[in-house]
């Protein structure tokens, strides 16, 4: 019983495409994020969302573009990929005053 | 703004070693710590958090971190290293807002252990 599952695991594409990474808990938290993860292992939060509203949203292009249809779900869609959008995405949960529990990640290649 | 210093980049240390990993935070309030480990391909696994109380706190694998308000730090420590251990280990520092945990990462330490 996967806690925080994300797929797809890998994802190859070529620049100027739109691509997903879809993720689900089964936690019961009411809260879900996208954290980057990029080369260097930096790990930078994206998104938050608790229960399906927008609470964090960092300095992230508008090409990037979450969606929350229940609180058990958050997708990441991107638009016109680009180079340096090559990264690890890890989607995450937690209770609004928890430890965050994170998904194995997602690793986007752009070609 | 919050941030997390993790001073070394690798560390490398015998089997059976003790292992001390370092990590300052900057914070305006009273902060919420973590450590984390990412094994090779994996995601993050919470080893141990301090939220209040006991500035000593445990955490899993034999893990433990102390938390000391006059240094900003929360080190990690382990008495007794085993070669599993090697892995990358994450500090963090959360801000609750608006309902979530906002979590500002440091850069990380790279543990190789030795046999």
């Known amino acids: 019983d996967t806690a925080v599952s994300q797929t797809p695991k890998y994802l190859v594409t070529q620049m100027g495409n739109d691509k997903s990474i879809k993720c689900e808990q089964n936690l019961g938290h009411d809260t879900m994020y996208w954290y980057k993860q990029d080369s260097k292992k930096f790990l930078k939060i994206m998104f938050s969302y608790n229960n399906k509203e927008l609470i964090i949203n960092e300095t992230v292009p508008n090409r990037f573009s979450p969606k929350s249809p229940d609180k058990a779900h958050l997708n990441l869609h991107i638009n016109s990929l680009e180079l340096g959008d090559s990264a690890v995405y890890f989607c995450?949960?937690?209770?609004?005053?928890?430890?965050?529990?994170f998904g194995e990640g997602s690793r986007l290649t752009v070609l | 703004a919050q941030s997390v210093t993790q001073p070394d980049i690798h560390i490398t240390v015998s089997e059976g070693a003790s292992l001390e990993l370092r990590c300052n935070y900057s914070y305006g309030a009273t902060p919420y710590l973590f450590w984390y480990v990412q094994s090779p391909g994996q995601g993050l696994q919470l080893l141990l958090k301090y939220f209040s109380g006991d500035t000593l706190v445990q955490g899993i694998k034999g893990f433990e971190a102390e938390f000391k308000r006059s240094q900003s730090s929360f080190n990690l420590r382990k008495p007794s290293v085993h070669w599993s251990d090697a892995a990358e280990y994450f500090c963090?520092?959360?801000?609750?807002?608006?309902?979530?945990?906002?979590?500002?990462f440091g850069t990380g330490t790279q543990l190789k252990v030795e046999l």
């Open positions: 963090a520092v959360g801000a609750f807002t608006g309902g979530g945990n906002k979590l500002t």
């Open positions: 995450a949960s937690s209770l609004a005053t928890g430890e965050l529990f």
